[in-house]
């Protein structure tokens, strides 16, 4: 069963001959069959895509009805009769490529709804489409080819480069875009940063924050995640970079290239990642710490310290993986030998 036509409409059929050549796949079959969609494995049906990858999903590959699977060559045996492979090195990958031409991103409608409001010295791209409620600030500047969704907002002065999309309640202010921006469901891009100095007597007083945000191409903000703008210089997501929903980015952080960043991780001001560090859910990041390129930070780590290139660290607080599964390891051994000091056994 494939995606619901009522949300997702495929733009199939399409030949088996253009998915394999889409995919970078070895075709084995009729290139002349046609294919409606694409669909997961075990739901996939005879004029569907599936695809496989991982051994514990060997037993759904055997029984799976779909009329064709992308497996790898290591694969290409359990491949049920009257199912075609379509033999790559990297099964998902193609899998995504070809979802793609079934499922485009939708592409913009242009024209600016009767309900929108946009400032007469804006400057709007052709073929760009501003949807309903949606707001654009004086003298901002949205690139061709753009979609502004319902209640979209873009703030006085801001940029936003071609090919990008603000999905519904999305909004950025003080910020300059590159292109193919996406902006998910009540982003939040260019808040004031969480910046104060606090008096003998305990008031809180507000250090103004006359910083920016800087986005790079293709930059994808997650549902409900927020990114401050600078105290004073600018807050940076590399081009590529990635954050999932409920991400907080302190003022002043820095990314480099292609970084993900996962659901609810809180990355504090000052802090700098390198190209393609990852950043598992819930993890924590402290203020004014560099971490490397390639660096991993496991699910809920607490990290303090700089973090070397190439790193994968786990724990709070957060210490190279290997380190901490030795700690634990260590532990469980003492918390079972005082178990054995308790009923009189032996350690």
Known sequence: MGADPRFFPARGPLSLAAIAEAAGARLSGDGTREFVDVAPLPLAGPAEIAFHEGRRNTAALRETRAGAVLVAPSAEADVPAGCIALVCDAPQLAFARIAALFHPRPAPVPGIHPTAWVAPDARIGEGTEIGAFAFVGA???????????????????????PGSVLHAHASMAHCIAGARIVLHQGARIGNEGFGFVTTPMGEHVTVPQIGRVILGDGVEVGANSCVDRGAGGDTVLGPGTRLDNLVQIGHNVKTGRGCVIV?????????????????????????????????RIGAQSGVMNDVPPGTDIVGSPAWPARETLKAFAWLRRQVAAKGNDRTGGTP
């Open 139 to 161: 003298a901002a500047e949205v690139g061709p080819g753009c979609i502004l969704g319902p209640h979209a907002s873009i703030g006085a002065g801001c940029v936003l480069g």
């Open 263 to 295: 659901a609810q991780v809180g990355i504090a001001g000052s802090t700098e990642l390198e190209d393609y560090v990852v950043v598992a859910a819930q993890a924590g990041l402290t203020g004014h710490i560099k971490v490397g390129a390639k660096s």
